[in-house]
């Protein structure tokens, strides 16, 4: 009986002790620190590029339309042809208008007779003053009549109103078209090359009027052209949310053509306080907002919540929630949590 009590006692003090050292073994597991690298944040004073793409167009591109609707009765140039200033493009058959204008002209000289009688019979006092005055407007009425008939047949042919190019013809002869409605797509080559891109509302504000922008083309793509911002849009564009940007190029002899597609870096002038960390701080985020773990008291970690200006290959820019100087773990970070101990490696 003894020797049984003796081996129960002796099964529970090793029981006791396994457990001691198993809890043991688990506290040190519990206390293990995490290794980790850190860096500190930089401040740094900068402008950061915006990068952006654009389509190239001519300064001044307009539809050029006839002023009254009528029947096309030639149409002289096709698309991609160079024109002259005062070069005829296409022409109205002018049959109905320059009816129209000799109409007029028969109701001025009508009008006219009209006035020298009233005028001679008001002398005479033969008719009333009210008479005369109704047959002055009247007069007044037909040299307007006549002047409105004139500058419809004037605008009833489409002339170059610049030396340019035409892009795209929209009619055709024979066709029958409407007041305003546009035959041509017309750039003129007078003006400079432009190209439009667009922005984001983070990057608009820091745009200047005359900021310089390198310019490269798929169909160029060994050169770099230089550009400086010339217009700055004050609202965003309903569908896209962003805004538009346009940039004149520097003169050149390259030949271009509108419609080529531009990659575009803006350089701007205005510099911005920024911090600056290792782009593998960032714990989780998006393009605006993420998180990163600083260090404190040595061991231990805190999370921290940063506004975001951009993210490169390298660097994390942050605009906000950081302070110069800090220690920010960038080694390690998948190990950390919030109540971590960490120890810092060399």
Not at 340 to 346: G, K, L, T
Request: hydrophobic letters at 40%; one cysteine or more; a positive charge.
């Amino acid at each position: 009986m003894k020797n049984i009590i003796k081996t129960l006692s002796a099964i529970i003090i090793i029981a006791l002790i396994f457990n001691a050292c198993k809890e043991q073994v688990a506290e040190e597991k519990i206390t293990e620190k995490v290794k980790v690298r850190t860096t500190k944040v930089i401040e740094k004073k900068m402008s950061i590029p915006v990068h952006c793409s654009g389509k190239l167009s001519s300064k001044e591109e307009s539809k050029l339309s006839f002023k009254t609707g009528g029947i096309i009765s030639g149409i002289f140039v096709d698309e991609g042809q160079k024109v002259k200033k005062g070069q005829v493009l296409a022409k109205l058959n002018l049959s109905e208008i320059q009816a129209q204008v000799n109409q007029a002209r028969l109701g001025l000289d009508k009008a006219e007779r009209d006035f020298r009688r009233a005028n001679n019979l008001y002398n005479d006092s033969v008719v009333t003053l009210e008479q005369l005055q109704n047959v002055t407007t009247a007069l007044d009425i037909a040299k307007s009549n006549v002047e409105i008939a004139e500058f419809n047949l004037q605008f009833s042919t489409i002339k170059a109103p610049s030396n340019g190019k035409i892009l795209k013809r929209v009619a055709e002869k024979n066709e029958i078209v409407g007041p305003g409605s546009p035959v041509f797509l017309f750039a003129s080559t007078d003006n400079d090359w432009v190209v439009r891109v667009n922005v984001t509302d983070k990057d608009i504000f820091s745009l200047r009027l005359n900021d310089k922008a390198e310019v490269k083309f798929d169909a160029y793509p060994d050169k770099i052209f230089t550009a400086t911002v010339t217009e700055i849009g004050n609202s965003a564009d309903p569908y896209t949310g962003t805004y538009e940007v346009e940039l004149t190029l520097k003169s050149t002899n390259t030949k271009f053509a509108s419609g080529l597609i531009a990659s575009v870096d803006i350089y701007p002038s205005k510099k911005e306080k920024f911090m600056i960390i290792s782009v593998n701080a960032l714990i989780e985020g998006n393009e605006t907002e993420g998180y990163i773990y600083q260090v404190i008291n040595k061991n231990k970690v805190k999370k921290l919540k940063v506004k975001i200006h951009k993210i490169s290959d390298k660097d994390l820019i942050i605009k906000s929630g950081v302070e110069s100087g800090a220690e920010i773990i960038i080694e390690g970070v998948s190990y950390v949590n919030g109540t971590s101990e960490i120890s810092v490696q060399e």
